[in-house]
């Protein structure tokens, strides 16, 4: 028998392609900038961008992606010293069958097991209240702290189905289905507690996602 989550997202994706349909075929799709001037320095670390490989894309899609990784001084001994990873993928339209993939789908593909997850409310540096999912994962005997969610026009959803939803929404209101996933990750040391790399993925988010309006508009 087929989950009621199976059926959940069967009518999502029919719902998507009559309402895609019957609007048009183009999509309204607001000015923005590429996510590749996101700011290469913040809260104090620098980045180096990892290159997606084409099989990536390829499963990616359509789309403007950022994936890179932000570290301090190799000399500190502090936090600030652990790499945290940024990967953002923003998708102008997602009427042809481009979506947002949900780490909780293409993680474990790659041996990632979740340890916990939540919902969580998160304000950032200039007051602005986001909505995310912090997640645990684990492989073997590495652990990460993870922070995600789906941002489209000024929304922060850490569901992907009500991310679905929005979509269809805005797709009959504004004839827009734009889109993108924002994550975080940063390694759990077996030297330091869960806490303690909460608190790095927190901190360098409430500093970079002050820079999104530019990158995802509302």
């Known amino acids: 028998m087929k989950s009621p989550r199976f059926w959940l997202v069967i009518l999502l994706l029919a719902a998507t392609a009559f309402v895609l349909q019957t609007r ?10 590429p996510l590749s001037q996101m700011p ?30 932000y570290v301090g001084p190799q000399a500190s001994t502090n936090s600030h010293s652990i790499p945290i990873s940024l990967f953002i993928g923003y998708f102008p339209s997602q009427r042809t069958g481009q979506t947002m993939h ?20 998160l304000q950032d540096v200039n ?12 492989n ?18 850490p569901n992907e189905y009500k991310a679905k939803l929005y979509m269809i929404a805005d797709a009959i209101r504004m ?9 975080v990750i940063t390694q759990v040391l077996p030297s330091e507690s869960l806490e303690s790399a909460r608190e790095r993925a927190i901190q360098f988010t409430q500093q970079m996602a002050p820079n999104l309006p530019r990158f995802i508009p509302d």
């Open 24 to 33: 048009g075929d183009t999509d309204y799709v607001p000015a923005s900038q």
């Open 40 to 69: 290469e320095q913040l809260d104090g670390l620098t980045s180096q961008d990892i290159p997606l490989t084409d099989d990536t894309l390829a499963v990616l899609g359509k789309g403007d992606f950022l994936n890179r990784v």
């Open 102 to 121: 949900s780490p909780q789908n293409c993680l474990p593909g790659a041996g990632w097991t979740f340890d916990s997850q939540k919902y969580a409310s």
């Open 127 to 138: 007051g602005k209240n986001y909505k995310v999912g912090e997640y645990v994962i684990s």
């Open 140 to 157: 073997g005997e590495i652990k990460q702290f993870v922070i995600y969610w789906y941002q489209a026009h000024g929304r922060s959803i």
């Open 175 to 183: 004839n827009r289905t734009d889109g993108a996933l924002v994550r």
